[in-house]
């Protein structure tokens, strides 16, 4: 199902103001800031590990010599799907905390993401191996912005829809907040 701008955006907000209390927390709990964590490149490593997680689930280049390979599981996939989507959420934060103060022009981040899930809405499954493997050169260290393109690109490629993303990043989102009030 293909949403409307409103919905989408709706939902990519509230997304990112759910990421930022979550991220709030975090930071307080380590006493760091968004801009530590954007400088440090914390954003780049965080998401080149989970992709390489969530490769690991697609069984995207499982080895040749493998004469048997378990079938994908979507909902393991999924989930480390919404791993690497906090990220790129966060990480969106971030940038926008970054690019307010400094006054440089980028889109807001409800739009930049808009504009990709326009673009990208007709993506189609057999390559999100390729996508999952791709991303890495979006991630270099003179990255200004985060790749939210390219997530986008593989949500569609996944066969994943805006509201079951946004249904089960929301669901995830709430364990990670008890994790965090629990200490964990």
Known sequence: ????????????????????????????????????MYNRNYYSYALMYLLGELSHELKAYWPWHEKTVEPVDMMKVKDKFIDCLQIILSWQNATWERVVETNYGLYQPVIKAWNAYRRDESTTVPMAARYVNGIPKWCGFS???????????????????????????????RINHERQDNGY
């Open 1 to 36: 199902m293909i949403l409307d701008k409103e919905e989408f955006t709706s939902k990519w907000s509230h997304m990112l103001d759910v990421q930022e209390n979550l991220d709030k927390q975090i930071r307080q709990e380590y006493g760091i800031t968004y801009t530590d």
């Open 143 to 173: 990255y200004v912005e985060p790749p939210v393109g390219a997530i986008i690109r593989l949500m569609n490629g996944l066969g994943f829809n805006i509201e079951e993303v946004y249904n089960a990043y929301v669901t995830k989102n």
